[in-house]
């Protein structure tokens, strides 16, 4: 039997973290480099992956104590073994190498400790690499990426490759943060696959990242499953994040919804102050034992802090019990944005919001072609502030470059949290366009559209395209011998399409959204009356004789004929839909800000009009035309007698009741600064100094937003949103800062960040950047890796004012110690700000700001850190801020040394258990 039968039958157990066991091993630089690498000339201990290369007694001996301990399967040491990674290190060139030998060497260790009764498997492990492809790493330009899809999917197609060359069983593609990113990794995998001529399971594992159960790019866990639905998974589950007690709620979460296998391995448990991590094999077995006996799981491991004896505990807590049964496969649609749209019979019918397209919408066209982009990003916020469900975007225009502006407007609205909850529908005539649309969504969205005009053979191809990356489609009724305007010709060419979708391409029917083409009525012409009702009738075949299809359309071109009447064209879209929807239309492309609701309609205007749209007699259009007629008439005359009492210009905005620190510091919170520059213009003639309005209101709004932070209220996305509209105050600010001559007008200080030696991770250390540039400090950033004498080098050429250290790993803390000594080597007393997923205060306290004569400061999340900077760099607030830091240290330092002195042995703890008996 393979993995494939095996897994009915028992819980698997996966083997625990690579790094925590190489650790232990007190490995130096040398046993890196080996004598391969020698000349490389950057330090290279910590990249775990070229010990594939160098020292393979290492890894082989780590696989044998997993396998010895009872796993079932053992994952390569091939994590960073990619260019993207690599790259840091100056190694990208032996990326495949490194990803090939580490697979060897596990299917070596499998294979000898394999028999017939336990066979044993090996899974290729593919890390999410240290850059992502759903943010900006550019204060200034939201659109910006450091990485982008094809450079992903080329580095994960050599490393895949590599790691099948070297005969995995299965692929995990994991610690997902990013789904973008493991999108890449999927396409690149089942890409590879079919050259080879394989079929290899494919694994996803996502890492959450703040109490709200979302990914670091801000995914819900059900937007996460939407998003890889159309792909052929093996199993998907957590890892890394939390402990198995954390982990719990999200697990039993994907079990009820997830048509997987189900994978769980933690972390031993939360980080304590000084790194260590606080669950024991017993403790976390405990845990584990509740997820299994809950029947949530399938596979078991460990991640950070878990060694073998951990893995040997977890046998003994799977042995014997019952598999999680994966759920059914969904009978609905799922779409996604940052959440999930899952299209049940309640949520009726779904709005498009039509305003982002430059065919559609003069005022977005013009604000493209201007390059106004905050204003064009307003109207999308608007659509789905007015109810739209999905935003269709369109750049198809002649002086435009479509591909160039899709990508920016995408990118730009991934950053907009209000905006980027909701599916996107990439609609656009050029396939090249799409493609790249495409690429730029982490979410599972609608292409808009394919069909059969140019032959079978492309519809196939674009098809095959869709299903690639992971989205729903949208098929007009096109074909070879033109547009489908009758009943019959739309049903016929419905009926082919669908055959060739679900048949040939094995597109499930849930993902085909039919178009059946919404055609102008009332234009004069006779032949052109019936296009809405033989609409109407083609929707109600379709969706009783194609089974889960949805039907969609582009509502505004029925009306056509009557721009510029608005209450005509809102009025026949609401009697349209009325009769569309019952018949079964689900999907509309539509203004979702219309206000004229079918049962709203005046009962005179109400029979013409559907007299037109159902096409019930001869006559209709022309009853039509004189009804818009009249009302255009009308209206005008109530227009000319409105300017004589009116002047227009003025707008009719009724008074805040807040005050203007309030809708500052409120602008902040939320991230819209639509208001702003007016609120602070008041504010400026209401505050002694403008550089109170940052110290008072904006900062107000800064400290409201790390607070909701850290409590699971905002997430990522948003937290870099209102870092921006905090740019976008400072810049409106900094003239009157700079006439009253305050010191430091130019700029709120110098900062240097790093990541330091033996860690590569800096997505955290890149978000930091951001938000300490928007509140108008001058950073230079000097990426991964640093180690500790070239910063402090910079940090004196630079005469910064502030130093900023980022790791994530545990040996980080400890180059963060080096770091700071190095800098009291020099005599500096540079404030030292501090941060990172295995930093905390106890730790600084004790261990780094104990060697440092300047202040060192832990900095929770990136939101805090413009409020500990202004601290440390006022001269009014600094004394006072680092006394009470050097108060609270000590404080620490005294409580860390009591509990320390009254922990007992374990032989004497054990002795004096509680004995009821």
């Known amino acids: 039997m393979g993995i494939k039968d095996i897994i009915k039958h028992r819980i698997l157990i996966l083997d625990g973290a690579m790094g925590t066991m190489i650790q232990s091993y007190g490995l130096t630089e040398e046993d890196f480099r080996g004598e391969r690498f020698t000349g490389i000339g950057t330090s290279v201990k910590g990249n775990n992956d070229m010990l594939n290369i160098t020292r393979p007694d290492v890894i082989e001996d780590i696989h044998k104590r997993y396998l010895e301990a009872g796993a079932d399967i053992i994952t390569t040491n091939t994590f960073c073994s990619q260019t993207v990674s690599q790259a840091d290190y100056g190694l990208g060139g032996a990326a495949a190498e490194m990803a090939l030998c580490g697979a060897r060497i596990a299917r070596r260790a499998a294979d000898m400790y394999s028999t017939a009764a336990h066979l044993r498997f090996v899974a290729g492990s593919v890390g999410p690499t240290n850059k992502t492809c759903s943010m900006s790493p550019d204060v200034s330009n939201p659109a910006a990426r450091e990485l982008d899809y094809d450079t992903l999917f080329g580095a994960y197609c050599r490393q895949m490759a590599a790691l099948i060359d070297g005969g995995v069983d299965l692929l995990l593609i994991e610690t997902i ?20 001529g394989k ?14 159960g979302r990914t670091f790019s801000g995914q819900t866990l059900e937007a996460f499953l939407a998003s890889v639905s159309t792909y052929p998974i093996f199993s998907i589950g957590l890892n890394c994040s939390f402990g198995a007690a954390q982990m719990k709620p999200y697990i039993e979460e994907l079990a009820a919804r997830a048509p997987y296998y189900i994978s769980v391995c933690p972390n031993a448990g939360l980080p304590d102050e000084v790194g260590n991590y606080g669950d024991t094999p017993d403790v976390m077995a405990g845990h584990m034992a509740g997820l299994v006996a809950g ?7 460990g991640c950070c802090g878990t060694t073998d004896e951990f893995i040997r505990r977890l046998v003994t807590v799977a042995d014997g019990k019952n598999p999680h049964i994966p759920a059914e496969v969904s009978r609905t649609l799922w779409l996604s944005g940052l959440e999930l749209l899952d299209v049940t019979q309640e949520v009726g019918f779904v709005n498009v919001g039509e305003r982002c397209n430059v065919a559609g919408s003069r005022r977005f066209l013009r604000l493209i072609n201007e390059k106004k982009y905050d204003e064009a990003v307003a109207i999308a916020r608007k659509q789905v502030a007015d109810g739209a469900q999905v935003i269709d975007i369109n750049m198809d225009d002649g002086l435009i470059d479509a591909k160039s502006e899709m990508v920016n407007f995408l990118n730009r609205i991934a950053t907009e949290p209000d905006i980027a909850r909701v599916p ?13 649309g495409l690429k730029c969504v982490q979410g599972k969205g609608i292409v808009n559209s394919i069909s059969l005009k140019e032959g079978e053979e492309t ?3 674009h098809a095959m395209d869709v299903k690639r990356y992971g989205a729903a489609v949208v098929v007009m009724c096109f074909d070879e011998q033109g547009q489908a305007t009758s009943f019959e010709r739309r049903i016929e060419i419905a009926r082919r399409a669908y055959g060739i979708l679900t048949e040939k391409v094995g597109m499930n029917p849930l993902d085909i959204i039919f178009d059946p083409n919404i055609l102008a009525v009332a234009t004069g012409m006779d032949e052109h009356d019936s296009y809405a009702s033989d609409f109407i009738r083609a929707t109600g075949w379709i969706r009783n004789n194609l089974p889960g299809v949805h039907v969609s359309g582009g509502v505004s071109n029925l009306s056509f004929s009557f721009r510029g009447n608005n209450y005509i064209r809102e009025a026949m879209h609401a009697v349209f839909l009325y009769h569309a929807v019952r018949a079964g239309m689900d999907f509309g492309i539509v203004n979702p800000a219309a206000n004229t609701a079918y049962c709203d309609i005046p009962e005179e205007h109400l029979g013409i009009i559907e007299d037109v749209i159902l096409n019930r007699r001869k006559g209709a259009a022309d009853d039509l035309i004189r009804l818009a007629a009249e009302i255009t008439e009308h209206r005008n005359q109530e227009t000319t007698e409105v300017k004589s009492r009116h002047d227009l210009g003025k ?20 991230g819209i600064g639509d208001r702003l520059d007016a609120d602070l213009a008041e504010a400026v003639g209401q505050y002694p100094h403008a550089v109170d309005i940052i110290a008072g209101p904006l900062m107000d709004g800064i400290n409201a937003v790390g607070e909701q932070f850290r409590c699971g209220k905002m997430f990522l996305p948003q937290v870099v949103k209102s870092a921006r509209t905090m740019k976008q105050a400072v810049d409106f600010l900094h003239p009157y800062i700079a006439a009253e001559k305050v010191k430091g007008a130019s700029t709120a200080g110098k900062i240097l960040l790093a990541t330091v030696k033996g860690d590569v991770h800096d997505i955290g250390k890149n978000i930091v950047g951001v938000v300490m540039a928007c509140n108008n400090y001058d950073v230079t950033d000097m990426g991964v890796m640093v180690p500790a004498g070239q910063i402090v080098r910079k940090a004196i050429e630079e005469h910064v004012d502030i130093v900023g250290l980022s790791g994530l790993i545990t040996p980080s803390l400890e180059e963060m110690v080096t770091v700071v000594r190095e800098m009291q080597k020099y005599g500096l007393t540079i404030p030292v700000m501090i941060g990172g997923a295995t930093t905390s205060e106890l730790y600084v306290a004790l261990r780094v700001a104990s060697v440092y004569s300047g202040p060192v400061v832990w900095v929770r999340d990136a939101s805090q850190n413009p409020v500990v900077a202004a601290k440390l760099l006022d001269k009014k607030e600094r004394g006072t ?7 609270r240290y000590s404080r620490l330092r005294d409580e860390y040394a009591g509990q320390s002195s009254c922990i007992e042995s374990i032989e004497e703890a054990r002795k004096n258990k509680l004995n009821l008996f």
């Open 199 to 212: 079929d290899i399971p494919i694994m996803l594992s996502v890492t959450v990242s703040d109490l709200a």
């Open 295 to 301: 029947n949530f799981v399938n596979i078991i491991g």
């Open 881 to 887: 801020f680092i006394s009470a830091l050097n108060d």
């Open 459 to 461: 519809f196939i191809r």
């Open 177 to 196: 943060f990013d789904t973008l990113n493991s999108k890449a990794a999927i396409d690149a995998a089942m890409t590879v696959m079919v050259e080879k």
């Open 424 to 436: 996107v529908m990439i609609d656009s005539s050029k396939w090249e366009v799409i493609e790249a």
């Open 651 to 670: 707008e009719d905005t009724p008074v805040s009741e807040k005050t203007v620190g309030e809708r500052i510091s409120e602008a902040v919170i939320k």
